[in-house]
Every structure is written in structure tokens, then in C-alpha cells.
């Protein structure tokens, strides 16, 4: 048996995945059209490689990934581009983003894939750029283009975790496919082991789950794996963070801000491992993925779906109870609120619940902190919920940041045990968008500084070349009237050439902008990942109404 | 969706539920307090609770708070009881509302209500009644059997809401010195703690009666932690702290110190422990510093009871490490995931 480790804290919310995981994944029908997002993945959105009225086939390249950091975008089915424009999207910004409509022709055709039947065969350059051109992303919630991770890095990698644990209540998606492709599940990751030269695979599944963890032991059994281990690990929430299964397989603590590889770890989530073998093995693009529907349906189930597939449509498969107020895509931990109903299924699309009052009751009003620890006691992050709260509320971020705020993973366990129902996350997705928000302010300003600094020099010197040009003008006049009233000259001696001075000055006003600017302190926001840049533009949406809380929290008593 | 956001879900555990589980926890004690002391006691408790719920209610008003809210948190009926159970039963009805009014109002409110106060508002009742009254804070009751007479009901509600007495009773003959205040007294008198201790108002451990009352708090503060209401390590930390000093003072000389388990089942140690150190609000919040706390607390009492000029140093103790809070929260911050290595 191995030996597993605890991380701090953790929560055991009602996981509630038992109405979903007794059927099996049903494939969802062909929807009526397709909206899909060409910024579905953590780096450069995507750039439209179709035209509207083209028709494209099944797996077609419908947007080019832009730049290093980047993911390719396909399209689902065979049909028409109907539309290329703004649409909602599946964030919680509820901003519309560049979206390709797709209306199938319904033949579902797929366009000739380039399979391999050896993947051995090919050089690791090769492996990746299948990779990236099949759109392959983490398909546990980050979307970081896989073929971006799976560099060996100088650093010898020894363990690649496969995190299996999917501790969010109501989520199965990851646990149906664990029961039912295992072995492609393996094949992936054994694809993922060649190109980080690593010595073993952890898998770890949450003891909540003995049938995906029996069928993964039976497939490592069948293939006759070596240096595969499947892991049961303890039900707790959120042990299915990357950090937090990192820590309990190998006892390695991945800080904020390190990568996990420099400490000899990488962490991929099963699904990815699973496309990553059908993108390699079979040429198959990321279109579908497996999305658990559940919560206010009468029948909650896993289906495959179709990348673009309208959200009410797929919800409609697992016929919906009457008294949904909205989707929630995600669990209920750290899941986030759909903008409409209609939005398009994404590569980060695990699960979609139906919303009601009955299943999410409204919050109860918030009472002050009663700095009762419970929170802390929860934090799988070690911090002191109640000293953030305290300093974001009262918008004294430098305090906030010196409490580790940046160190906050938002699993939302703090707000799950508050006792006085405090949206503690809520306060602490404020704090970090305000901070983003001055540091770009700042750089703005220092920017502009500079530039202005740099005008005045500029003035100031043609000011000065004007006054020396009417000078020397003005000397050589006089010069000429004195030679013509035959008086030795008189030469007038200056020490330094008028040219030089005017180098110096210039050159000091330049040195003065460097210096000011190299006093300017590295900023957070320039070590972000582009994990955290992501968010930043999506919860910049959500300041406006989070403000509004923190000025006045208590005063929503008088409306309850 | 606005207006919605994760998570979604909550933990069905409220203050009011926190709150009146230490109430619940109360319980055990004050049924052995009455059993020995009567029934004096609860018309305390029940005045200090009107008198709380009434000064609370207003105080929101005042500030226009919301105030079913606030009244529903039980926190003002909690500090009613342990404020109640501080002071002698018997004393005159005015005492009772003074105190609680004052705990509530200034202690509480005035520094901004629930959540924010520095201090333990019942500590800070008893230690301004301690200070503006200490007459009628001594007459405390004897238990049953060992006062010359004890009193029926009527003749207790007589005497706290008039003041008057039946005819030819004498207050000395129903009331009495604390087991920690007699201690106190004999030994400056130089009597000798063996000798004190034969004394009819001691029984196994220390006060006759109270000892059981400090066992019934014991009970309850067990419930707590058992029921994860508080951690164990505030109670434990201090009654460890305060059992080792008096110890090693025992060990010193048994002559002049009492034993540890004395200091332990007398006063306001038990309570103290388990129900007035682990206020969430006036303690700190680090693990590290909630034993930093619980010692200094601990220390404290056992000064202030054995050196100091009070018989009991409980409330001074709290409240002396009630101001040490935002220094020990600062100096404790606990290394965070990832970051615990020493940088070389």
C-alpha cells in the first residue's frame, strides 16, 4: 500500500452523485445548430479559418490557434457556418465573445482524419502537434492547451498524476468514463508518460467511486502495465484539486505561482488522457466531450455531446423538471452560473445543473464574522479566511495580499462552513480583481508618464537647439560687424560645445524615465499565469456587483 | 446569472445553532448550582436575559440595524447567562441589570456590535460590578445544609427585587465568603491550607457544592467539543496551565498553596474554560495563538488568585488577554500550503 498524505482542511459536502451515475454515457442527439466559442481554452482565442455560408465537414479546422499559447477549434458535425459574431458564451462574465454558428446538415461526414497506428513511431514534435492540432485542452476545468504541458521539462519529471478524484458533488462525467474506457484512458496516459519521460502514473480516484477504480485496476491488470498505479483516495473536498491530489499522492506541496513540474510532478485529468489517445490514435479532434446533466431533471445521466451543442437542448435529453432557474455549468462548489440557457456546451463543460429553488435554496443574509475559525479549519490552502475577508472588506488589499490572498484556489469551503453565511469567495474574487485592476491602472499611468516625460525632454531640447541656432546667429553677426570695424577679434571662449550640452541633457532626461521605470516593483499581475488572466477578464464583469455587496452586507437584512 | 455565484451550497450551521448549543452546554452546571445554591440563580438568569434581549433590541434600533437578525443570534442570551452565573444570586435586582446593560452596550455595541467587540462583554459586566459594587458582590449563598437558615423562593424574590429579609434574618446567616475568597482570607491569617481545608465549606476537591457545579460545566464544555462547537485546545491548554503552576507552587510548599485539582474545580476556571476563553470573537484565531492565549489566561489566574488582590482572576485574565489578541493573531500567522520550507 502506498503511503497517501492529508492536506489541511477539506469539507465533505452531500455528494449527490448517485442520481447520475447509474447509466451508462448516452451519445446526445445532433442538436439544431452549434454555437461555438473560438476562445474556449486558457491562451489566444482562436481566429475564424471558415467563412459564413461555407459548408464544413465533421472535424474540419474551423479556427486556428493564434500564437504559442493558443488551441485549435473544430467543427463538431458536418453542415453550414450560419454565423460568425458575438454570442453568450458559457462564462460567468456574461460577456459575448466571437462565436462560430454551426447548423448541422445532419449527415454528420466526417472530414479524413490522419490516424497512426504506431504512435511509437513518431517523434515527440510530432506527438504535440497532433496534439495542438486536434484542440486537445485540460478537460478537468483550467482548458490549458495540453501540448503546452507535456514538454520534458530540464527538470526530470518522476510522477505524472492522473487526477481522476472529481470531488465537486454531482460531477460523474470523469467517473462513467473511468467505468467505461479505461483502456483508452491508459493509452493516453501512456502517450502523456513518452513525451515527460516520467517514471510512473498516479491515478487517483476518490473512494467514493469503487467501480471506476475497479475498472481502471482491471485495465492496468489487461494491458500489463508497469509503473501504472490506481489510487484510492480519501472522499474529501477538494481533494480533486490539482494541488491537493498532488499532495496526497506524492506529499509534494505545489505553492502558488511554482509549477508542479519544477518540483518533478505533472497532473492531467482523465478525459484529457482519453482525448489525447483518440486525437493521437485516430486523428480525432476535440469536438465532444462527456457532460453530466443533473439537478432539477428527471433523469440524470452522462452523455457524449457535441463541442457547441445549445445547453437547453442537451438538458432536454434528461427531461427537465419545471422550477430551473438558471444553469449552473460546474458543481456547486465552484461551478459558475450560466449568462442564458442557450449557451453553447464547451471543452470545459463537465457538468450542467438545472438550478432550482428547491435544490439551491437562496443564501440566508450574512451576520458579521464571528472570527469563530471554521473557515480556516476548512482552508485547504492553510490561509485565515477570516483575516482576508476582514481586509478585503475594508479594500486594504496590500494587508490582503500580505495574508496569502493570492494563494486562495476559491474551492469555496470557507463560504460552505461560514456559520454566518458570509460569500467569503465572493470577497476575495473582489480583492483580486480590484488588486488587478490598480496594477494595470498603474502601469497605465506609468506608461503614460514616461511618454509624457520623454515629450517634455523634447520640447525643452528644440527649445534649446532654437535658442543656440539664434545665438550662433547672432554671434556670427556681431563677429562680421566687428571684423568690418577692423578690431581684433575676440573670440568668446566656451568651455563646452553647445552640441555637447545638449547630448548630456538628453541623455539624462532618458536615464531619469529608465530609472523611474526600473524603480517600479515587479508587479503580480506580470507573473499571472494564463490561467489567472483568464479570470481576471471574467471576474473584472462581476466587480461592479460584488462592490455593491461589500459596501453594504448587512443591509440586505432589512429586505429578508 | 446575477445575483448568483459559488458555491452554491452551505453548510446547515448557523450562530443562533452555535450559539445555543453553549446554552444547551450550560445546562448541566446550572441544574447542580440549583440543586445546591436553590433556585435563586434563575431568577438571575432570567433577568440578565430580559435585560440583554432588551438593551440589544434597543442598542440596534439605535444604530438602525436590523434587529430580529441580531436578536435570533442567541449571542446576547449567552452573555446574559454567563454574566448571570458570574454574579451571587442573591444580590438586589439592579445589580443583575447594570451589569448586563453595560456588557451589552458599551462592550458590545459601542465597539460595533456582534463580531467586533475586543473584549468578553461578560467579563466586562462583572468586572465593572466587581469594581463599582464589591459589597453586594460577596454575598454569595451557602449551600444547602451549611448557612444557618436557607431561604424559601418567595423569601429569595423578597430579598433581590425589595431588599428585605424575614423577620429576624440576618444576611451573614445566609451567605458566605467563596471557597477561593475564604482560602484567601485564612491565609493571611496565617492559618495553614491543610487546616482551611478541614473547614465545612470544602468538600472533596475545593468548595463544597461548587466543586460540583464546576464538574456540571465540565460536562457541558465536553459536549461542546465533542459536538466540534469549540476545539479542545483553548480548555485544555489553559486548565493544563493553570493545573502545572498550581502544581509546582503545591509542590513548593502544600502548606500555603493549595493542590492543582483545587484551583481547577474552584471559581471560574471550569466556565471560564470551556465557556468564556473560547468566545470566538475575544480569542484569537490561529492555533498557535490560541495556546499562546489559554497560557497567558491561565497564568494570569493563578496570580491574580494566589498573589493578586481579587479572589478569583478569572475575568481579569480574560479580559488582560483580551487585549493581547490582535497581537497574538499578528504574530502567529500560520505558513501557508507549499510555503512552509525555510527559504535558505
Known amino acids: 500500500m502506498r503511503k497517501l498524505h492529508q492536506f489541511h482542511g477539506g469539507i465533505h459536502p452531500p455528494t449527490n452523485k448517485a442520481q447520475s451515475n447509474q447509466t451508462p454515457i448516452v451519445q446526445a442527439n445532433l442538436p439544431s445548430k452549434l454555437t461555438i466559442p473560438l476562445h474556449q481554452h486558457v491562451g489566444n482565442s482562436a481566429v475564424p479559418a471558415v467563412e459564413i455560408g461555407q459548408h464544413v465537414l465533421k472535424g474540419q479546422l474551423i479556427g486556428c490557434a493564434e500564437g504559442n499559447l493558443s488551441s485549435s477549434v473544430h467543427a463538431s458535425t458536418s453542415g453550414m457556418i450560419a454565423a460568425i459574431d458575438k454570442q453568450l458564451v458559457a462564462n460567468s462574465s456574461g460577456l459575448p465573445e466571437l462565436c462560430i454558428t454551426l447548423i448541422p446538415d445532419g449527415r454528420d461526414e466526417w472530414i479524413e482524419l490522419d490516424p497512426c497506428l504506431d504512435w511509437l513511431e513518431c517523434t515527440h514534435s510530432e506527438l504535440r502537434l497532433k496534439l495542438r492540432k486536434a484542440g486537445v485542452v485540460g478537460l478537468g476545468g483550467a482548458v490549458f492547451p495540453s501540448d503546452m504541458k507535456l514538454h520534458a521539462s530540464q527538470q526530470k519529471i518522476k510522477t505524472l498524476v492522473l487526477n481522476g478524484a472529481e470531488c465537486e458533488p454531482y460531477i460523474t462525467c470523469d467517473d462513467l468514463l473511468m467505468r467505461e474506457r479505461a483502456a483508452e484512458i491508459l493509452e493516453g496516459a501512456q502517450i502523456m508518460r513518452a513525451l515527460l519521460s516520467t517514471e510512473e502514473i498516479l491515478i487517483g480516484i476518490e473512494d467514493n467511486k469503487p467501480e471506476a477504480i475497479s475498472a481502471m485496476r482491471a485495465a492496468v491488470l489487461e494491458g500489463k502495465y508497469q509503473g501504472i498505479e490506481v489510487i484510492a483516495v480519501p472522499t474529501v473536498y477538494p481533494g480533486g484539486g490539482a494541488k491537493q491530489l498532488i499532495r496526497v499522492l506524492t506529499g509534494i506541496e505545489v505553492a502558488a505561482g511554482v509549477r508542479s513540474t519544477n518540483l518533478g510532478v505533472q497532473c492531467f485529468n482523465v478525459g484529457t488522457a482519453y482525448s489525447t489517445w483518440r486525437a493521437i490514435r485516430f486523428g480525432e479532434p476535440l469536438i465532444s466531450r462527456i457532460v453530466t446533466v443533473t439537478g432539477n431533471v428527471s433523469h440524470p445521466q452522462n452523455f457524449e455531446v457535441l463541442i457547441g451543442t445549445p445547453m437547453d437542448e442537451l438538458v432536454a435529453h434528461a427531461a427537465p423538471l419545471n422550477g430551473t432557474r438558471y444553469y449552473i455549468m460546474g458543481g456547486p462548489m465552484m461551478g459558475v452560473p450560466m449568462p442564458s440557457m442557450q449557451v453553447g456546451v464547451i471543452k470545459a463543460t463537465n457538468c450542467i445543473i438545472a438550478a432550482s429553488k428547491e435544490i439551491f435554496p437562496p443564501a440566508q443574509p450574512a451576520l458579521p464574522c464571528i472570527r469563530c475559525t471554521r473557515c480556516a479549519d476548512a482552508c485547504p490552502a492553510e490561509l485565515q479566511p477570516q483575516e482576508l475577508y476582514w481586509f478585503a472588506k475594508a479594500k486594504n488589499f496590500d494587508k490582503a495580499e500580505d495574508y496569502h490572498l493570492f494563494d486562495c484556489i476559491e474551492c469555496g469551503a470557507c463560504s460552505y462552513v461560514c456559520p454566518s453565511n458570509i460569500p467569503l469567495v465572493q470577497y476575495y474574487r473582489f480583492a483580486k480583481s480590484e488588486i488587478w485592476a490598480q496594477e494595470a491602472n498603474q502601469k497605465a499611468a506609468d506608461t503614460a508618464r514616461e511618454r509624457h516625460e520623454f515629450r517634455e525632454s523634447r520640447i525643452e531640447r528644440e527649445k534649446r537647439e532654437k535658442a543656440e541656432k539664434l545665438a550662433a546667429k547672432e554671434k556670427a553677426a556681431s563677429a562680421a560687424k566687428t571684423q568690418r570695424t577692423e578690431q581684433p577679434p575676440t573670440l568668446v571662449k566656451t568651455d563646452v560645445n553647445p552640441e555637447d550640452t545638449l547630448q548630456l541633457k538628453i541623455q539624462t532626461a532618458i536615464d531619469h524615465a529608465k530609472e523611474q521605470a526600473a524603480a517600479i516593483k515587479p508587479l503580480n499581475t506580470e507573473q499571472l499565469t494564463p490561467a489567472q488572466q483568464a479570470q481576471i477578464d471574467e471576474i473584472e464583469a462581476q466587480r461592479a456587483r460584488i462592490r455593491e455587496m461589500a459596501l453594504a452586507p448587512v443591509a440586505d437584512h432589512t429586505k429578508g | ?344
Open chain 2, 1 to 344: 446569472m446575477p445575483g448568483f455565484f459559488s458555491p452554491f451550497i452551505t453548510k446547515p450551521v448557523s450562530v443562533s445553532q452555535i450559539m445555543l448549543n453553549v446554552m444547551l452546554a450550560l445546562i448541566p452546571g446550572i441544574a447542580i448550582y440549583v440543586w445546591y445554591f436553590g433556585p435563586a440563580i434563575l431568577i438571575s438568569l432570567t433577568l440578565a436575559s430580559l435585560t440583554a434581549l432588551s438593551v440589544e433590541a434597543l442598542m440596534l434600533k439605535i444604530q438602525n440595524k436590523p434587529i430580529a437578525p441580531f436578536l435570533k443570534d442567541n449571542t446576547a442570551l449567552l452573555t446574559a447567562w454567563l454574566l448571570a452565573l458570574s454574579i451571587p444570586p442573591l444580590a438586589p435586582w439592579w445589580l443583575v441589570v447594570v451589569g448586563t446593560a453595560f456588557a451589552i452596550s458599551i462592550s458590545k455595541h459601542l465597539y460595533g456590535g456582534l463580531g467586533n467587540n475586543p473584549f468578553n462583554p461578560a467579563m466586562i459586566g462583572y468586572a465593572v460590578l466587581i469594581i463599582s459594587f464589591p459589597v453586594h458582590m460577596t454575598h454569595w449563598l451557602s449551600p444547602n445544609g451549611l448557612g444557618a437558615i436557607s431561604l424559601s423562593f418567595m423569601d429569595q424574590l423578597n430579598y433581590i427585587f425589595q431588599g428585605t429579609l424575614p423577620a429576624g434574618v440576618k444576611l451573614d446567616a445566609i451567605t458566605m465568603a467563596t471557597p477561593l475568597d475564604t482560602l484567601k482570607t485564612q491565609l493571611h491569617l496565617n492559618g495553614q491550607v491543610k487546616e482551611i481545608l478541614d473547614m465545612p465549606i470544602y468538600g472533596r476537591l475545593a468548595g463544597h457544592g461548587s466543586e460540583w457545579v464546576a464538574a456540571g460545566f465540565l460536562l457541558g464544555g465536553i459536549y461542546l467539543i465533542a459536538k466540534r462547537i469549540i476545539s479542545w485546545h483553548l480548555p485544555v491548554a489553559y486548565l493544563t496551565t493553570l493545573f502545572i503552576i498550581a502544581g509546582i507552587f503545591h509542590l513548593i510548599d502544600p502548606t500555603h498553596y493549595v493542590t492543582p485539582m483545587f484551583h481547577l474545580f474552584s471559581g471560574a476556571a471550569m466556565i471560564g474554560a470551556f465557556f468564556i476563553l473560547t468566545d470566538p470573537v475575544t480569542s484569537p484565531t490561529t492555533p498557535k495563538g490560541k495556546w499562546l492565549f489559554a497560557f497567558g489566561a491561565g497564568l494570569l489566574t493563578y496570580l491574580i488568585r494566589t498573589f493578586g488582590g481579587f479572589p478569583d482572576g478569572m475575568a481579569f485574565a480574560t479580559l488582560l488577554m483580551n487585549i493581547c489578541v490582535p497581537l497574538i493573531d499578528a504574530y502567529t500567522q500560520p505558513k501557508v500550503f507549499g510555503k512552509k520550507e525555510k527559504r535558505s
